[in-house]
């Protein structure tokens, strides 16, 4: 038996009835998505993908980062990074070592207070540069501090004209901080460390999925995407300047790479391509903002539980349809109570009886499911992931489509790329289809990526100084505090 896989545990649909077997038929056919089915979004992917890029712009806002070019893992230095998330904030200091793609790091991590992110400007600044200053204050002797440069990973949506810069568009992740949309959040952050006395300057405002491109090229030479499969979804890769219209007029060498920031979850806004069930439209009518972000909202964690969360409410309320029979539903009803990591346990329970999914809804959502409705369950949990998966390989395919990559590696980070059950092995399998590949090994290889708000803007901030060194000035604002 050795190197042979455990048996999967086989689900027996003998004793299901009618009713519910028609309903798992009837799923079955609203959420697979065929062979032929993922290679016409890809296509539709490739010609958004060009669009973005263009004058004119598209759905998919394809973002130039300002980062021109990979690492080569021979760069040295120690440097700060920044990482502003939704829950924490992380400071780290990052050694880039001698030895090739090697690093060093020691970091700290703060909570962001709830008060906070409804407070205003000066406020948020203020607790940011507080933190910096105590972590640099408990690492270093400050009475002998160097400059020290900065790479802020700040993944809100940003309009940057330059690496050092970045307009806020809008908050999302539950801030609404006053005083900061529409402004350079860059100047607002140096002047509080600069109160502070502290000899920090901000070299680089990056996006995690660009970091996470980086920081595993750094490791890797083979990398070419960066991709984030998490609470959203997202992907990087390096173009060449010639390959984007939209900054024609800076007459850049057309062969200089530059880093593109796809935010490709709103791929397909306008609904010519993705397969939308009725669940996926009701989604989006309900959601915050309606006819945005329509990939994201079909294959990102957020949503994955509340897609599973409808068909079961929508079963319920059939006539010909009997399930949860005689028992109330009230925490079913609760809209997104459920997360991606609910389908995650009831896909990962090894029972025949599918005991440790009856005990996940009777301690969560007071439901003792039957046998047969256990079934049905089940197969919905894999029906959603599994959607989530192949589609998510159509935004990978069609940047190597575009790209006319052959063969290359792949970072992925996120919550559900790394914790949902053979996501990645679902993922994989679609990309063969897509690509139509016969190697029996895959010429295109998802892999676990470096950190990518840490190490990768720390990266970026010591890649962005030293093309400033070497003259190249493209997309820098305030070359004086490069040097």
């Not at 679902?426 to 950190?451: C, F, S, T």
């Amino acid at each position: 038996m050795v190197g042979r896989k455990p048996p999967s545990r086989k689900g027996s649909m003998a004793d299901v009835p009618r009713d519910l077997f028609d309903s798992i038929k009837e799923l079955e056919r609203l959420f697979t998505v065929d062979q032929a089915k993922l290679k016409e979004i890809t296509d539709h992917f490739v010609s958004e993908l060009k669009k973005g890029l263009s004058v004119e712009g598209g759905s998919i806002p394809m973002n130039p980062t300002w980062v021109m070019g990979f690492p080569t893992g021979d760069e040295t230095g120690t440097y700060l990074a920044l990482d502003m998330g939704g829950t924490n904030l992380r400071v780290c200091e990052i050694e880039l070592v001698d030895e090739k793609g090697e690093f060093d790091i020691t970091q700290s991590k703060y909570r962001m207070p709830e008060e906070l992110k409804t407070g205003t400007a000066e406020e948020l600044w203020e607790y940011v540069a507080d933190c910096v200053q105590q972590f640099v204050e408990y690492h270093h002797d400050t009475g002998k501090l160097p400059q020290l440069h900065l790479g802020f990973t700040f993944s809100y949506p940003c309009y940057q004209e330059y690496i050092d810069h970045g307009e806020l568009q809008r908050w999302t992740k539950g801030f609404d901080i006053s005083g900061v949309e529409g402004h350079d959040v860059v100047p607002m952050f140096e002047a509080a460390l600069a109160k502070r006395g502290m000899p920090i300057k901000v070299t680089a405002l990056i996006n995690d999925t660009t970091g996470t491109l980086i920081a595993s090229a750094y490791t890797d030479d083979t990398m070419r995407i960066g991709c984030i499969f998490g609470t959203g979804c997202n992907a990087a890769y390096m173009e060449h300047c010639g390959e984007v219209p939209k900054i024609a007029h800076l007459n850049l060498p057309p062969d200089m790479p530059i880093a593109i920031n796809c935010e490709y979850g709103a791929f397909d806004n306008e609904h010519v391509s993705l397969p939308r069930t009725p669940y996926d439209i009701v989604i989006d009518r309900d959601s915050p903002r309606p006819g945005q972000q329509a990939f994201e909202k079909m294959i990102a964690g957020l949503y994955l539980g509340e897609i599973f969360r409808l068909v079961l409410c929508d079963l319920h309320a059939k006539p010909d349809v009997k399930i949860f029979e005689g028992q109330s539903l009230s925490r079913l009803k609760r809209p997104y109570s459920l997360d991606a990591s609910f389908l995650s346990q009831i896909e990962e329970d090894p029972f025949e009886n599918l005991s440790e999914t009856h005990t996940l809804f009777e301690t969560r959502l007071s439901l003792s499911p039957t046998k047969p409705e256990l079934e049905l369950i089940r197969r919905l949990a894999e029906l959603i992931g599994t959607r989530a998966a192949r589609l998510s390989a159509c935004g990978v395919a069609a940047i190597c489509k575009k790209k006319s990559l052959a063969t290359c590696h792949v970072g992925a980070d996120g919550s559900v790329f790394n914790k949902y059950p053979h996501f990645k092995a679902r993922g994989q399998a679609a990309l063969r289809e897509i690509l139509d590949w016969e190697a029996r090994k895959d010429p295109v290889d998802v892999l676990a990526a470096e950190d990518g708000s840490g190490v990768g803007a720390a990266l970026i901030a010591a890649l962005t100084l030293k093309r400033v060194k070497e003259g190249n000035l493209a997309g820098v604002r305030d070359v004086a505090k490069m040097t």
